[in-house]
């Protein structure tokens, strides 16, 4: 065995939300090692569609809206801050996030989607058809009415999870990739570190932020998390362009726009292990979802189709904060479902306040571990078995 | 200007049809080039399905079901020719085509496909839903009953073309690869070559073998002929295994075996100029037809998705013979629409015969180009319109 390095915190996995961390940290002079398992954003934040903004939730508040609306702010915080760090971009933009309806039917969902925001204090635009094309050009004459959340945004997530990572290092946190973590490095009554094979690496502070893998580091330390894969696919954008993240109020899947013109659609939600594979059913599925929600992008070039595991956790919240079975040394960072981008900023503030032992900004209490260790069947979230295929 | 050679035959288009050409008259000590405006193989053949057997069609016979017959033979006998030449495989295979209804109302269908091909003298095995999976495990168990021509087969029409045209060129054939044809050579009623820039390739006879670009050589030899363009996918085959080309009888869409074990299914059919794409509206049908002809391919891995453009004339035969227009001196063997595989070596023979001045082998008075020369609006196949998603 030998100590690669000791440092204050030591963060497992690096994706958006370990990478976000790990440059939060570093920025307040922590010393930080980053780890993965491959290389630094390859997983559920390379597969992200990036549409993020501020948003309640009535099964996730608190905590949804209050994260979703910290992380808005600190995209647009991070977004003059990394390019001044690094001199790249994250692709932030975008005019609001809107909905629409094609059927008197659906009004009423319409409708309900607009009071739970608006009564969340969210400003929320309602339109009837003409007005929402005239505000989204690319929507379908098909649509009767819209409700738009300006606050609304895309970004790349991608691009955010590597330049933030690279910020990170430059900051002085030290990046290991391709370096599955095996096991913690257990003092009595605490955590003192992390196994990577036969190396460790010491710290005050574990952080388990490995996404859906992060129920797998330590036999000890389960977490019911799960992979729900998704599929998702850029196409050449409407030449009248893409403003808005737009979906339907009664339907699954979204379009999202990217800084250069693409158009992100999305996703499929399969559970079937640890295994990312485009299938028959999900091109079928999220080429419906182009040609249904923007029917102008039906016979668009498709640029990419790629695929990535959601950590799916039974109430599609993350878990974050100390576990009682590690004793001191370690905290959650992890399980953000298919809301990963929306929410991750926050919960990385979060974490930054408890290793510097601040009262944490938003009540963490509905996302503590504590949910799960009562044995008890767990209550399973809406999305959970939607769409799973097989 | 300046002469690259002088040949007995110059053949426009290295496609399957252009290489097969080129070597069954390579074989018989005919001097021959092949030119085509990229690589070989790259267009229409590379994106086959592949399929191949004899079949009839009542709107293309006789021509269609004599071809395909005599192509059928010529696979075999190519089959084993062309591994001794070259010791490459083209991948022949299978079991046989098999057509399958799964609802009473499509019964009578099934029946008059039947009829059909056994009008035409070809074999036909009826089977009830039980005995067709016995037959082929991988049909779904909703399929109530089926029809197979066990002389249904499939290749891998890329390595074929590849294969075929290497053989070619290791009989004497020269191939000039990345030369497009800018138009032909006149002599006073005759062609004596063609045009590559401000070179020219001289010939006795010029073969038009390029498919959905045959039309462009000659401003003043027109022919109908659109690029179809289509999209298809290959995915990893069930663990049973397939053995037979799956389609059902009132429904588009087939799924045909490799001979390593995927399965390739298809395809689109769209009319909006020589642009080759993937598209959502694309991906949403043939993930829509591999689950439906196949349920247990819905949620196995793409391993690819590609396009290319079919020949497609108005009555979905192609073009074989002389041109009044063009005088001695020039073939058409272009225009094979959906089935160029299926009758594409019968093409190639009876090319073969014309240019060593024997009678075609196969009555080819279906094919003339005349039928095109009358200014009178065309028939237009059925399959023209259909599908096209612009």
Not at 175 to 184: I, M, Q
Not at 240 to 248: I, K
Request: proline fraction near 6%; include cysteine.
């Amino acid at each position: 065995m030998s100590v690669l390095s000791a440092h204050d915190v030591v963060i497992i996995g690096g994706g958006a939300c370990g990478c976000t961390i790990a440059y939060l940290l570093a920025k307040q002079g922590v010393s930080v090692a980053l780890v993965d398992k491959g290389e630094i954003g390859r997983e559920a934040s390379w597969a992200s569609a990036g549409m993020v903004g501020p948003c309640a939730c009535q099964d996730r508040d608190p905590w949804f809206l209050a994260a979703t609306r910290l992380s808005w702010r600190m995209y647009h915080e991070l977004n003059d801050e990394l390019f001044d760090v690094t001199q790249r971009r994250i692709g932030l933009g975008g005019e609001g996030e809107l909905v629409y309806v094609d059927g008197e039917d659906d009004l009423a969902d319409l409708d309900k989607k607009v009071r739970v925001q608006r009564d969340a204090g969210l400003e929320v635009i309602v339109m009837d058809g003409d007005e929402a094309r005239e505000r989204e050009p690319a929507l379908p004459d098909r649509a009767i009415k819209a409700a738009c959340n300006p606050a609304g945004r895309f970004l790349d997530a991608r691009a955010y999870t590597a330049i933030i990572g690279a910020a990170a290092n430059q900051l002085g946190a030290v990046v290991y990739e391709g370096k599955p973590v095996t096991g913690l490095v257990r003092g009595r009554d605490r955590v003192m570190g992390v196994r990577i094979g036969t190396d460790e690496l010491h710290a005050q502070t574990v952080i388990n932020s490995s996404g859906a893998w992060a129920g797998g580091i330590d036999p000890a330390l389960t977490h019911p998390v799960e992979p729900m894969h998704g599929q998702i696919m850029s196409v050449q954008g409407p030449p009248c362009g893409l403003r808005h993240n737009v979906s339907q109020a009664t339907r699954w899947g979204y379009c999202t726009p990217r800084a250069d013109g693409r158009v992100v659609v999305g996703a499929t939600h399969e559970l079937w292990g640890f295994v990312k594979r485009i299938t028959p059913a999900g091109v079928e599925y999220i080429g419906e979802v182009a040609r249904r929600v923007l029917p102008c992008l039906a016979n668009q070039t498709i640029i990419d189709i790629w695929s990535g595991l959601r950590p799916q956790t039974p109430d599609a919240l993350p878990t974050v904060g100390p576990d009682p079975r590690a004793g001191d040394g370690y905290l959650w960072a992890a399980g953000h479902a298919s809301s990963g981008m929306t929410q991750m900023p926050a919960t990385a503030a979060v974490l930054c306040d408890l290793v510097t032992h601040q009262t944490p900004r938003i009540d963490i209490s509905q996302l503590a571990i504590e949910r799960y260790l009562n044995n008890e069947p767990v209550h399973e979230h809406q999305v959970f078995h939607r769409f799973v295929q097989i």
